[in-house]
């Protein structure tokens, strides 16, 4: 699937558009149109009743070491800036970025590649935006520097294989994506990933604030809270849906890469005995999730990570990756990481921020010998009642993207097919094969012609289905058209009044996928959807 033609069915459908686009729009930043809304709030639902509210906790799960409890949160964007202290983002979210003082661009360090190329006496590194054309990009790019034509390419004597820049250093015979002169890169720079902000009047650091870059530190925040409101005994996890903000240096690839998203995120609390059952359960759990809503287990992939890319305190964390159409053949986009965290974050928030290079791990100080970040001193360790035993409590951390998730759906549905017009010849079509629980609209309703009672019928289906589904009615063009449009919004089933329908109460009900169409009571449609779409 080419991703321009899903970018813009996207635009032309109301799934999503480019924030405040007509002022030229903002980079980074995404609005959700009429369908997209309803389609990415899906997303959000699903995983909310599938992961919280539908969890039966009276039922040991497969794979599960035993029953476990799950409740929810919804914390505030902006919270006490010593929680990012304490979490380590402030001292440790960073990108490095380089500035190319040609092209006035910027670039994440790790984002730009390149080739050593040699022609004649001069031998440079000829550098490209990491991405889908970045072998064509560095070529292109080589072959104007040099001033040769196309058919001169093989004068060019490349040298190993194209490598990051993160591999390089000295810029100084760089050449920089799109830059005419070498070594326009400027030295790589740190640069934190959070939006501050200023809280009250004061606009001085002593109202300094940050909006929030994860929703995970809202549920250590409040870990005692709901211990002691709730009668939960670990394990259990606490789940959140809600906006984070990046600052992301080079934000990209549509919303996969935004500046402000939504995460879907769960801390599961339980006994560090038993934490390396509980972590593999949950990267299990996650990737089945995917699964059963309609992603390819072709383009899906969990991805341990290696144990040189771990932090020590962790004992595992995977990725679970989709292979996005923007990305180059082979390569995999993050959906959603599963991470061991130990106790890391619950003894940071305890006693202050951890060093996270320290074995055992000790609270880092400073100069004066004193904790660098001062914790909030509140116990936050569980007394397990029926052994007695006290302990900080391991966390497994499954935190997904709904916007990356939204993505990958539509990736996934965009499909390119025929089907019979209304004469029956064959016509293509493109339909969005989304899972009938993610799909904007659940159902259409049409009345075959407008007469001899068809759209009454028509609206007393819709006016009964309307109370519990997200259904349409549509009765202006021929029925084919009708259907087109429908199977472009992914909508799974298309119910017609006909003649027939006049006549004994019955309706057509069309299948997006297999285009059957099937005859059944309009009384029962209501519990035909509901097993269908729920
Ligand atoms: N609490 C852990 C955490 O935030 P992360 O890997 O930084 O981990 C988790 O983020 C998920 O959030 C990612 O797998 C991705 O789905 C989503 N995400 C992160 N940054 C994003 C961005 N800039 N735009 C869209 N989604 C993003």
């Not at 402000?260 to 972590?279: D, G, V």
């Not at 791990?361 to 397990?384: C, F, N």
């Not at 209304?422 to 899972?435: D, F, I, N, P, W």
């Not at 007469?451 to 259904?471: C, H, N, Q, T, W």
Request: hydrophobic residues 35%; charged residues 30%.
């Amino acid at each position: 699937m080419e991703m321009d033609k899903l970018v813009s069915l996207c635009k032309r459908r109301g799934f999503l558009f480019q924030s405040s686009e007509i002022y030229g729009g903002l980079n980074g930043f995404w609005d959700y149109g009429p369908l997209g809304v309803e389609l990415k709030r899906n997303v959000k639902e699903t995983w909310w009743r599938d992961m919280v509210t539908g969890h039966n906790d009276r039922l040991t799960l497969a794979g599960a070491p035993s029953a476990y409890e799950m409740s929810g949160l919804d914390c505030t964007i902006i919270m006490h800036p010593q929680v990012w202290k304490c979490s380590g983002h402030y001292d440790l979210f960073h990108d490095f970025m380089v500035d190319c003082r040609e092209t006035k661009r910027r670039f994440r360090h790790d984002q730009v590649c390149g080739r050593w190329v040699q022609h004649g006496q001069q031998r440079i590194f000829v550098a490209a935006e990491e991405g889908e054309q970045q072998a064509d990009a560095i070529l292109r790019h080589a072959l104007k520097f040099f001033q040769l034509r196309n058919k001169d390419a093989d004068q060019l004597q490349w040298d190993g294989s194209v490598v990051s820049l993160t591999t390089l250093e000295s810029f100084e015979q760089v050449l920089g994506p799109d830059a005419k002169t070498l070594g326009t890169l400027t030295a790589p720079r740190e640069f934190n990933l959070m939006f501050k902000t200023f809280v009250g009047a004061l606009s001085g650091e002593e109202g300094a604030a940050y909006l929030r870059p994860e929703t995970a530190q809202g549920i250590f925040v409040n870990f005692k809270n709901v211990l002691d409101s709730t009668r939960m005994r670990i394990p259990f996890g606490i789940a959140q849906i809600g906006k984070s903000f990046r600052n992301e240096i080079t934000p990209r690839n549509f919303t996969f890469r935004s500046r402000e998203f939504e995460q879907m995120e769960i801390e599961f609390f339980c006994p560090p005995a038993h934490s390396p059952q509980w972590y593999q359960y949950w990267r299990d759990r996650r990737y089945r999730w995917y699964t059963e809503l309609g992603l390819s287990k072709d383009r899906l992939r969990l991805r341990d990570h290696h144990v040189e890319e771990l932090s020590h305190y962790s004992t595992g964390t995977a990725d679970i990756e989709y292979a996005f159409p923007f990305l180059p053949e082979g390569s995999f986009g993050e959906l959603e990481g599963i991470a061991h965290r130990g106790d890391f974050d619950l003894r940071s928030h305890m006693e202050g921020k951890l060093d996270p290079n320290t074995r055992p791990l000790a609270v880092e100080k400073d100069d004066h010998g004193q904790p660098r970040w001062r914790g909030s001193g509140k116990e936050l360790s569980y007394r397990d009642e029926l052994t007695n035993e006290r302990y900080v409590p391991h966390v497994i951390e499954p935190s997904a993207g709904a916007d990356r998730a939204t993505l990958a759906f539509l990736c996934e549905a965009y499909c390119e097919d025929q089907a019979p017009d209304e004469q029956g010849a064959m016509q293509s079509r493109v339909v969005l094969k989304l899972h009938p629980r993610l799909a904007p609209i659940k159902a259409a309703v049409f009345p075959l012609v407008k007469k001899d009672g068809m759209p009454e019928l028509a609206d007393e289906i819709y006016g009964e289905l309307k109370r519990s589904f997200v259904v349409f009615y549509d009765e202006k063009g021929a029925v084919g058209r009708r259907y087109r449009r429908q199977d472009e919004a992914g909508t799974p089933f298309c119910i017609t009044v006909d003649g027939q329908s006049v006549q004994d109460r019955t309706v057509t009900v069309r299948d997006r996928d297999t285009l059957e169409q099937v005859r059944i009571k309009i009384d029962e449609c209501s519990a035909f959807l509901r097993e269908r779409v729920t």
